[in-house]
């Protein structure tokens, strides 16, 4: 059994290493066997620097939690019937979860769990070896690996291995882990895995869309998406997900232009690139099997109104305010991504020009102020303060006084 004692002490920060140590603590004094797992312990092997932590303990993980959060400073922020907590600090969390083993009543159900009594068997039900591995951070036993799936020599062989033939049944969504592992960490999949995929595709089109689209929101975050996306595509992954993700050459062309963005929020361009090329109907039945919600939906939906934007777009000479008043409802992730698409240079212009200026821009004067000058409370208010806000647009009003200049010449007027 390897220890990786020195191992934890130079990947992890100072103070997230004295946490561990006070969680071993906490847990010796409740006679509880705690682990740390999962992603952090891939990543102390590979000698990466570890941000998050995940604990599993085999005992009360509840009372565990609670008596955690109490020693470290933290809140509990959320709990859930799959046994785990989360403790909230004011920059990272601790995720606490039980020992458990996982059933699957029929294929893509939501597991029933079941607590056991030993680390290993918790290891054994997770997703891929190199994500089933834990060590110890009991006194007694500190820096322990724990290792029954053999994830370390899979993680120096370079490879991402699922642990048991009915995993892909068990859990579609691991399909789209897998290639999300595999091109995060550039290992290749396993060829024995790599075979179970298209045996197990039908499940995936049977499952749950949220959960789905939970995965699919992981894929979106990461540094390259348009490789993972690339290679689900390639499995057929992303065909059986939806009939709509059925991606051409051009398509797969376009994904990479993700790497030329570099501004926040990259997963909502990333999403509106992989729609762009979709029908308005396709895009809305995506939406319906991913369950998607919130600003997903906006995006989605502002690509296909945008697109409808192109012609007038492409207009030589449009007015600033012209410019704003198409754009301006628009999300901006929609925006950057048709302005990395478009192959009108005048698009692109009128875009930028919108993003990197325009939008910012708005008169001083308010409601507030035009009352102060005698305008009557109504809706002639509104409509002098968007001729007004064009003014300032177009550039021909550009100060104070001029505006109110120009709304005293208004009210001269009425």
């Known amino acids: 059994m390897s220890n990786l004692t020195k191992i934890l002490k130079k990947n992890f920060d ?130 322990d690996l724990i290792d029954p799936m053999n994830g370390e020599d899979d993680l120096y062989q370079r490879k991402v291995r699922i642990l048991y033939k009915r995993s892909f049944r068990d859990d579609p969504t691991r399909m789209l882990r897998v290639v999300l592992y595999s091109q995060r960490l ?7 895995t790599k075979d179970l995929i298209p045996k197990n595709l039908r499940y995936l089109r049977r499952m749950a869309g949220w959960r789905i689209f939970i995965t699919f929101k ?52 990333m999403l509106s690139i992989l729609v762009s090329s979709l029908a308005e109907l396709d895009s809305k039945k ?20 945008l697109k409808k934007l192109v012609k007038v777009m492409s207009a030589e000479d449009l007015l600033n305010s012209k410019i704003f008043d198409l754009l301006s409802n628009l999300d901006v992730a929609s925006l950057e991504a048709m302005y990395l698409i478009s192959d009108s240079d005048l698009v692109r212009s009128n875009i930028r020009l919108f993003l990197d200026k325009l939008r910012f821009l708005a008169p001083e004067l308010n409601g507030d102020d035009l009352i102060k000058l005698g305008f009557p409370e109504g809706p002639y208010i509104g409509k002098v303060l968007k001729n007004l806000e064009n003014l300032v647009i177009d550039g021909i009003v550009k100060t104070r006084e001029d505006e109110v200049n120009f709304a005293r010449g208004t009210l001269t007027d009425l």
């Open 14 to 143: 100072a103070s997230y290493h004295q946490q561990l140590i006070l969680a071993g603590d906490l847990a010796d004094s409740m006679n509880s066997k705690v682990y740390l797992v999962g992603g952090a312990v891939r990543d102390v092997l590979l000698g990466k620097s570890v941000n998050d932590i995940d604990l599993v303990v085999v005992g009360d993980s509840e009372d565990f939690a609670d008596q955690l959060a109490i020693k470290l400073g933290g809140e509990i922020t959320a709990r859930s019937q799959f046994l785990t907590a989360k403790i909230s600090f004011s920059d990272f969390s601790i995720d606490v979860a039980s020992a458990r083993r996982d059933y699957y009543p029929y294929p893509g159900s939501l597991p029933q769990v079941n607590l056991v009594k030993s680390i290993d068997q918790d290891l054994v039900r997770r997703d891929i070896s190199i994500n089933a591995m834990a060590i110890s951070i009991n006194r007694n036993t500190w820096g």
């Open 186 to 192: 550039g290992f290749p999949i396993d060829e024995n």
């Open 286 to 305: 995506l939406i319906r099997r991913l369950k998607m919600t919130g600003r997903w939906i906006r995006v989605i939906n502002d690509t296909q109104s």
């Open 218 to 269: 992981h894929i979106l975050r990461e540094s390259d998406p348009h490789k993972i996306l690339d290679e689900a595509h390639s499995l057929g992954i992303l065909r059986s997900i939806h009939s709509s993700l059925e991606l051409e050459n051009v398509d797969l062309d376009q994904l990479k232009l993700i790497t030329k963005f570099d501004g926040e929020n990259s997963h909502f361009v």
